[in-house]
């Protein structure tokens, strides 16, 4: 089985992450997909992608904010 590989124009078109904060993301070594170098154009596997998209929606839906709003929605029921 081979490995998809993705340009960062790629992972944004899929994210709608401009090309520009995935690289502030890679200079900086925050958040991001997991990328590397390959022929000097910077590239990311699909499944890295991915499983950063789920990591950045499972962390929105456990966060102190969300559950808050459940609680007042509830309230208000």
């Given amino acids: 089985m081979s490995r998809q ?11 709608g992450v401009p ?29 890295d992608v991915d499983a950063w998209v789920s990591a950045c929606y499972d962390a929105e839906q456990t966060t102190p904010s969300s559950e808050a709003a459940g609680a007042v929605r509830a309230s208000r029921s």
């Fill in 19 to 47: 090309v520009n904060t995935l690289r502030f993301y890679r200079a900086t070594g925050q958040r991001g997909p997991k990328t590397f170098k390959l022929g000097g154009r910077v590239v990311a596997f699909e499944e």
């Fill in 5 to 15: 590989i993705l340009t960062l124009e790629q992972v944004s078109e899929r994210t």
